[in-house]
Each structure stands twice: as structure tokens, then as C-alpha cells.
């Protein structure tokens, strides 16, 4: 099966909401790129990754989506006892860790996809989840 047709029902949902929008397949691997106009938008897209390749086990997808800097945020400081907190790819323990955030950093909540894991943005410009346990929302 090729990769469009496994990841057919995300790519329909990543045209109807992202801009910019980049699919292409190389060396067995599926790049799904472009910028999504709000969170929600981002969880939806993982929530479907996640269905048609439960906890991203086959390694054929690469998901490089960004929130537009515009779309409305809020503030959470990062409340880890001494230690960074990593910002994943993707939510979830097993998604590769693409930035950190320092021990009482204030980051960028962009979405709060889950009980378990926020889209936040850090003041480098690093997106990506982080486990919603230490963080706390700034009023």
C-alpha cells in the first residue's frame, strides 16, 4: 500500500485546514508540512495519525505542522521541580524531543489538546507538547 492511500484521511483533513500545505513521499517516508491556523486544528490532525497508526509506531510519517503565530494563546509557567521540561514532536512520551523549557519559564499554551499533553510554544519559537502536569496556567 502506498503512503498516500494509508494516510489518505489525514491528508484530507490537512487540506481542508492548513495552509501552505506540503505532502511528499521520499525514501519510504510520507512529509506532511504546513501551518494550521489554530491548535485544535494540530490535535485533530494527531488524533487521526494516531488512529490509522496507533502510537506512531511505524516511523513512515513525518508531521512538521506549525500553529500560525496569530491564533490566540495563553501563558503557563513551567513548573517542573529543578529540570527542563521536554517539548515533543508529538503528544506523547514516545514522540522525539524537539526543544526544552526551563524551570519556571513562562511558555505559550497554544492548545490544551488533552488532560495529559499541551501544545505550547516556547520564547525561541520551539512548538510542539509538552505533559500538561507541570504546567501552570498564568492568570
Do not use: C
Amino acid at each position: 500500500m502506498a503512503l498516500q492511500d494509508k494516510y489518505q484521511e489525514l491528508i484530507t483533513a490537512a487540506t481542508a485546514g492548513v495552509s501552505n500545505l506540503q505532502v511528499r513521499e521520499q525514501e519510504g517516508v510520507l512529509y506532511i508540512d504546513g501551518e494550521a491556523p489554530d491548535g485544535a486544528t494540530k490535535d485533530k490532525l494527531w488524533a487521526i495519525y494516531d488512529k490509522l497508526d496507533p502510537n506512531f509506531l511505524s516511523g513512515d510519517l513525518v508531521m512538521n505542522i506549525n500553529v500560525v503565530a496569530s491564533a490566540p494563546v495563553t501563558k503557563a509557567k513551567v513548573t517542573t521541580e529543578r529540570s527542563n521540561l521536554n517539548i515533543r514532536k508529538g503528544p506523547g512520551t514516545d514522540q522525539p524531543v524537539v526543544g526544552k523549557a526551563a524551570h519556571h519559564e513562562i511558555v505559550t499554551v497554544v492548545s490544551q489538546s488533552s488532560d495529559l499533553w499541551w501544545l505550547v510554544r516556547t520564547e525561541d519559537g520551539e512548538e510542539g507538547y509538552a505533559y500538561a502536569q507541570y504546567l501552570t496556567p498564568e492568570s
